[in-house]
């Protein structure tokens, strides 16, 4: 079924275009991720569908019994309520219920009643209807799902009569998301959701929503988010919308592939529209073949004409360097523990880091990640314990709040400032790569966004060429194709790295260690991020197996029976099991599907084809693929049907 549809929307402020024949469909169910560069109009479309904002002409077609839930970037909560007052304000039509409910068990305890039995016998059968009725709506378990989702978001610990007007703006905004989930609308409309989510809720609202019974829209910059939920991806791009299927990841490799074919159409058409144009020029002076030159230039005029595919946005560009190498221990940390004297954060803190290593630090909010960076690069003193440097190392600090940059400054001037030694022209190309050019150089860095800011500390941070670099949560403002360039450029960065961040796909795809912060040290992973939690479920598991050993009491070996969490976690690991093996044939059938079409297109090549020997190995080849894939896809099938 159809949920929303919305056809051809329109938005315009003034002379500026944001939304151009934008038409988007949400169906039962569906999981839809919406994606595009900062200012693509993602945020102004979730307000158009949610009825917040008015748009210039289209349609948006929602049935009536369709209800909206619209969670806006950053909107936070505002009540004069307590926490559990504004949570159980969803529930009124179920309290007002119950009260009624209590009401007829008193009137089936009334001794006139119990007297008349015909009546008695009308009250149970209202009393029967509604109470089952009651129950389906959730009403015995609505105080069980407000604990559940405001455990989830991270309120456990905190009084729940605490007023919402005291709360802190990042606190809002998780309340506001805990409201909406509660009132469970048929379609959540999720404009960056996980703005202030540590990877511990995360997880949680990802398992949540991959859960929900309605339809979820969702903006989001955290790609890990989108692959975990997403089935269905659109993306704003030239003020228009093009639909992928599939998760992120997927859009990605769909998106590659659509431009790189019409890029093949355009020089294609291109070439025709030349050998035409060079005909007419050719034959239209000529008696004898100017009626055929003259078809060619109707047949010219005919021809719809193709754009360019434009290959890549316009987006940062910049790489890593380092000016020299530093010795193969880049760092040691010595039973070293961090915080501040009335507050220790971490203690007994001891490891190293080797030349090209790239360590993430991880561990919960307020445990002291971003404050062991700033002990490391000495903004802070250890309480206990050493820092050391090897030989050559040069460190470069990326500060998540931007300390490093002076507010009176230009953007030019801020460069400038710290490179005097630059020719303006090498400053302003420098600039030009992290997206100001024109008038932008001259902006104040106290004017700039969030993003801006980032941009300009990553530009500073390039000219050092410093062969140690630090990040504390270096993605923060950054739009995903920015996140993109610093990945790659990170990648192929010569030198060593320890960054924290919360953003996972970042995490998977840089880290080559992990190292978990405790209050009382550290723990070593050896992997990225996907390997770092595989791990620690298993660690998990195996600590439960040991738990459950069977005992002697008495002499008696006693085998203790299983819990229903034990059942419920044994269920869960043959599913992370089973969905493993899932993705793998998945991307294995993705594979060959690819070798195939490859070895197809090598069988028409001349110089293949003309070959007996090449061309039997090609299809040897082909032929055992698709038997393998027959294979694979009887294999999927089974293991999609338990």
């Given at each position: 079924?159809i949920?929303?549809?919305?056809e051809?929307?329109?938005?315009?402020?003034?002379?500026?275009?944001?939304?151009?024949?934008i038409?988007?469909q949400?169906q039962?169910?569906?999981?839809?991720?919406l994606?595009?560069v900062n200012?693509a109009?993602?945020?102004?479309l979730?307000?158009i569908?949610?009825?917040e904002l008015?748009?210039?002409?289209?349609?948006?077609r929602?049935?009536?019994e369709?209800s909206l839930?619209?969670l806006?970037?950053?909107g936070g909560?505002?009540?004069?309520r307590?926490?559990?007052?504004?949570?159980m304000?969803v529930f009124?039509?179920?309290?007002q219920e119950?009260?009624e409910?209590?009401?007829?068990?008193a009137?089936m305890?009334?001794p006139?009643?119990?007297?008349?039995?015909?009546r008695y016998q009308q009250i149970l059968e209202n009393y029967?209807?509604r109470s089952e009725a009651f129950k389906e709506k959730?009403?015995y378990?609505?105080?069980?799902?407000?604990?559940?989702?405001?455990?989830?978001?991270r309120?456990?610990?905190m009084?729940y009569q605490t007023?919402i007007?005291?709360?802190?703006?990042g606190?809002?905004?998780?309340?506001?998301l805990?409201?909406?989930l509660?009132?469970?609308?048929?379609?959540?409309?999720?404009?960056e959701?996980?703005?202030y989510l540590d990877i511990?809720?995360?997880?949680?609202?990802?398992?949540?929503?991959?859960?929900y019974?309605?339809a979820i829209l969702v903006?989001?910059?955290?790609r890990?988010f989108?692959?975990k939920l997403v089935t269905?991806?659109y993306?704003?791009?030239?003020?228009?919308a093009t639909?992928?299927?599939?998760?992120?990841?997927?859009?990605?490799?769909q998106k590659?592939?659509?431009?790189e074919?019409?890029?093949?159409r355009?020089?294609?058409?291109?070439?025709e529209?030349?050998k035409l144009?060079?005909?007419?020029?050719r034959?239209?002076?000529?008696a004898?073949t100017t009626?055929?030159a003259?078809?060619?230039?109707?047949?010219?005029?005919k021809?719809?004409?193709?754009?360019?595919?434009?290959?890549?946005?316009?987006?940062?560009h910049?790489?890593?360097?380092?000016?020299?190498?530093s010795?193969?221990?880049?760092?040691?940390?010595?039973n070293?523990?961090?915080?501040?004297p009335?507050?220790v954060?971490s203690?007994?803190?001891?490891?190293e880091i080797?030349?090209?290593?790239?360590?993430?630090?991880?561990g919960p909010?307020?445990?002291g990640k971003s404050t062991?960076l700033?002990?490391?690069?000495?903004?802070l003193?250890?309480l206990?314990?050493d820092?050391q440097?090897?030989s050559n190392v040069?460190i470069?600090?990326?500060?998540?709040?931007?300390?490093?940059l002076?507010?009176?400054n230009?953007?030019?001037?801020?460069?400038w400032?710290?490179?005097?030694?630059m020719?303006e022209?090498?400053v302003?190309?420098?600039?030009?790569?992290?997206?100001?050019s024109?008038d932008?150089?001259?902006?104040?860095?106290?004017?700039?966004s969030?993003?801006?800011?980032?941009?300009?500390?990553?530009?500073?941070?390039?000219?050092?060429?410093?062969?140690?670099?630090i990040?504390?949560?270096?993605t923060?403002?950054l739009?995903?194709?920015?996140?993109?360039?610093?990945?790659?450029?990170?990648?192929?960065?010569?030198g060593?790295?320890?960054f924290?961040s919360?953003?996972?796909y970042?995490?998977?795809?840089i880290a080559s260690?992990?190292l978990?912060?405790s209050p009382?040290?550290v723990?070593?992973?050896?992997?990225?991020?996907?390997?770092?939690?595989?791990?620690?479920?298993?660690?998990?598991e195996?600590?439960?197996?040991?738990?459950?050993?069977p005992?002697k009491?008495?002499g008696v070996?006693?085998?203790?029976?299983?819990?229903?969490?034990?059942?419920d976690?044994?269920?869960?690991?043959?599913?992370?099991q089973?969905?493993?093996?899932?993705?793998e044939?998945e991307a294995?059938?993705?594979?060959?599907?690819?070798?195939?079409?490859k070895w197809?297109?090598?069988?028409?090549?001349?110089e293949i084809?003309?070959?007996?020997?090449?061309?039997?190995?090609?299809?040897?080849?082909i032929q055992?693929?698709?038997?393998?894939?027959e294979?694979?896809?009887?294999e999927?099938?089974?293991?999609?049907?338990e």
């Open positions: 079924m949920l929303l549809q919305a051809h929307i329109e938005k315009t402020y003034g002379i500026e275009t944001i939304l151009q024949d038409s988007l949400i039962t169910g569906e999981r839809v991720g994606v595009g200012g109009g993602k945020s102004t979730m307000k569908l949610a009825g008015s748009y210039d002409s289209g349609t948006i929602i049935p009536k369709v839930g619209y806006a970037q950053n909560l505002e009540s004069e307590t926490i559990w007052d504004e949570m304000s009124t039509h179920l309290q119950e009260k409910l209590r009401q007829l068990e009137k305890g009334d006139a009643i119990l007297a008349d039995d015909k029967s209807h959730g009403g378990s609505y105080e069980g799902s407000i604990r559940g989702v405001l455990h989830g978001l309120f456990a610990d009084d007023p007007r005291t709360l802190s703006g606190q809002k905004t998780r309340l506001a805990a409201k909406l509660l009132q469970s609308p048929t379609i959540l409309l999720l404009d959701p996980t703005n511990e809720t995360l997880t949680w609202l990802e398992t949540y929503l991959q859960n019974q309605g903006v989001s910059h955290d890990y989108l692959d269905i991806v993306e704003i791009e030239r003020h228009r639909r992928y299927v599939g998760n992120y990841s997927r859009f990605l490799d590659a592939a659509r431009l074919q019409e890029l093949k355009f020089e294609k058409q291109q070439e529209i030349a144009e060079d005909f007419i020029a034959n239209i002076a000529r004898t009626k055929r003259q078809s060619r230039r109707k047949t010219l005029e021809i719809d004409r193709l754009d360019k595919p434009i290959m890549h946005n316009k987006s940062v910049f790489s890593f360097d380092v000016s020299k190498m010795g193969n221990i880049v760092m040691k940390a010595s070293v523990a961090i915080g501040y009335d507050a954060l203690r007994g803190l001891t490891f080797e030349r090209e290593e790239r360590v993430a630090l991880v909010n307020g445990i062991l700033k002990t490391i690069v000495g903004q003193n250890a206990k314990g820092v440097f090897g040069t470069g600090y990326y500060d998540q709040e931007h300390r490093n002076n507010l009176s230009t953007v030019l001037g801020e460069i400032d710290e490179y005097p030694q020719l022209k090498d302003r190309t420098l600039l030009g790569n992290f997206l100001f024109g932008d150089v001259q902006k104040r860095v106290s004017d700039l969030g993003g801006e800011r980032a941009r300009v500390s990553l530009a500073k941070l390039m000219l050092k060429e410093a062969n140690f670099l990040f504390d949560e270096p923060n403002h739009d995903i194709y920015s996140k993109e360039v610093l990945e790659n450029a990170l990648y192929d960065y010569p060593t790295i320890l924290v919360h953003d996972r970042f995490l998977n795809k260690r992990v978990e912060l009382d040290g723990s070593n992973y050896l992997g990225n991020y996907d390997y770092y939690v595989e791990k620690k479920q298993e660690l998990a195996l600590a439960a197996e040991l738990a459950a050993q005992t009491k008495q070996l006693v085998q203790p029976e299983k819990t229903s969490y034990e059942l976690k044994e269920a869960k690991r043959r599913e992370r089973r969905m493993r093996r899932l993705e044939i294995t059938i993705q594979k060959r599907e690819a070798d195939i079409v197809e297109e090598e069988l028409c090549l001349p084809y003309s070959d007996h020997v090449l061309a039997k190995e090609r299809n040897d080849q055992a693929a698709r038997e393998e894939l294979q694979l896809y009887d999927w099938s089974s293991l999609s049907e």
